[in-house]
Structure formats: structure tokens, C-alpha cells
């Protein structure tokens, strides 16, 4: 089985450079239906599941086997099999960590990075006072342990979907309904978010040498606007971008606003030699 096939990669559009949307935990390739179609008709576009997430959730071999690491490896791996000259990786959430992680040590032909919703440690310290408190981080993964579906439904009206939604019609709330009600394995979630609390990556911000567009919802409680800034004053190449009343998933909430940012984004890079598209 090739690597496209056993992480359920799907490609659509013409354009160049490729886009690699990466999605971030408790969510798999579908949550970015609403962003991609805006953006098929410039850029050639690939979405996927990576190991322990939507259809690849049965690839992770052991739910304490997953790091940061893992995901990178995989996005590493379709960017190889893809053999785009050039690309950018859009990652949202942890799955933008995992971005920013990667372009510490970018693969050949990264030319830029998009990171939505992420924060470079995803729990509070004594010198970073944003994110998980770890009496929260335990309460929350207590209650995901009780009832993974139930506990992500109370706290979606707050923690991803706050502010206003484009729609109007609760068409973010369905997809991000469906995309629960198809996990399987409930324990490798978990375990996974567990674990991902315990990353920081800050000491490999100063590292990254590549464009970087942070994008922050303006009502994001898990990664405030304050987490771009920080994450923009140590990363040389970086923009930030607030999408104003939107939460910690605008390109749900927001898309043809995040779409644009993204667009621009994309085609202002520097252009090298590229091959076919």
C-alpha cells in the first residue's frame, strides 16, 4: 500500500505551489470542505489523515506511540510521494504545530508554512502564560475519558465556535458533528491529546527559515491572538493575521476570510524552478 493510500490522501485542483492541509486533534481531512473549493481553482490541493486521525486513526500502531514527531514524518512522507517542487503545509491547531515543527528542519521544496489556531506549547508555564492550566488539562481529559463525543459537543460553542459563523445555518457545527461521530477508538484520542500537551517547541521558533503566516481567530480561547504574537516575534520570516470573530477554527467559521489570507499568502512567496504542477 502506498503512503497516499494508507493515510487516505486526496488531491484536486491545478496550480502551483501544492497546498498540505494538515488537520489538528479531534478532527480529520474533512474539516477543511468548507476552505478548500476556494482555493482548488488557483493551487493544486491535498488533504489527508495523518496516523491516529479519521481514516488513518487504525494506522497509529499504539495510542502511546504517537509524538509530534509522527505527524511530521507523515507529512514529510506525502510531500515525497506528491513530488511537488514546491509546497506549502497549512496546518491547523496541533496539526499547525506539527507544521511549525517541520519547518524548524523543512524537507526539500517546502517553500512556506501556514499555521492556523497553533500554539507552540499547548500548556502554561512559568514563562508562557497561555494555553492548558494543567488542573484543565487533567479536568478535560478526565471528562474525554468519560464520554469523548458528549464532552467535545459542551465545549464546541466555546472553545471552536465562538463569535459569528458565515453561514448561519449550522453548517460547521454538522461537519464538526460528523467528524466525531466517526471516531472509532476513543482511548487513542485521548492518549494523543494527553501526549501533545507535553510538547513545546519553543526553543525551534528561532530556528524556522521560512515564510510563515500565523492565522489567529480573534475569539480563540485555546491559542488567543497573543500566541501569534509571540510565535511572530521569534520566527525571523513570520505575518500574523487576526480573523476577527472567529474562534479556534476559523477556516470552519470563516473560510473565504482565511482562504484569502492563505491565497495571498501562497502566491507572494519567492518563485524557484518548479517542475509540473
Known sequence: MSVLEKLHVEIRGTGNPLLLFVPGWGCDRTVWSLLTPLLEGRFRVATFDPRGFGESEEALAEPDGWSLSVTCEDITAVLGALGAPRAVVVGSSLGGMAALRLASAPPPGLAGMVAIGASPCPTRKSDFPYGFSPEA?????????????????????????????????????????????????????????????????????????????????????????????????????????????????????????????????????????????
Not at 151 to 178: M, V
Not at 264 to 277: H, K, M, Q, V
Open 137 to 277: 488539562a487533567e479536568g478535560v481529559l478526565a471528562a474525554l475519558r468519560g464520554d469523548l463525543v458528549k464532552t467535545c459537543e459542551t465545549l464546541a460553542p466555546g472553545y471552536w465556535f465562538p463569535g459569528r459563523l458565515e453561514t448561519g445555518k449550522g453548517t460547521e457545527q454538522a461537519l464538526f458533528r460528523a467528524m466525531l461521530q466517526r471516531i472509532r477508538t476513543p482511548r487513542t484520542y485521548v492518549e494523543i491529546l494527553e501526549r501533545s500537551l507535553g510538547e513545546d517547541i519553543r526553543s525551534l521558533l528561532g530556528a524556522i527559515d521560512l515564510p510563515v503566516l500565523l492565522i489567529h481567530g480573534g475569539e480563540d480561547v485555546a491559542a488567543p491572538p497573543e500566541v501569534g504574537e509571540y510565535t511572530k516575534s521569534r520566527v525571523p520570516r513570520s505575518k500574523l493575521a487576526i480573523v476577527e470573530g472567529t474562534g479556534h477554527l476559523p477556516h470552519l467559521t470563516a473560510p473565504a476570510a482565511v482562504a484569502r489570507q492563505i491565497a495571498d499568502f501562497a502566491e507572494g512567496l519567492p518563485t524557484r524552478s518548479s517542475g509540473p504542477t
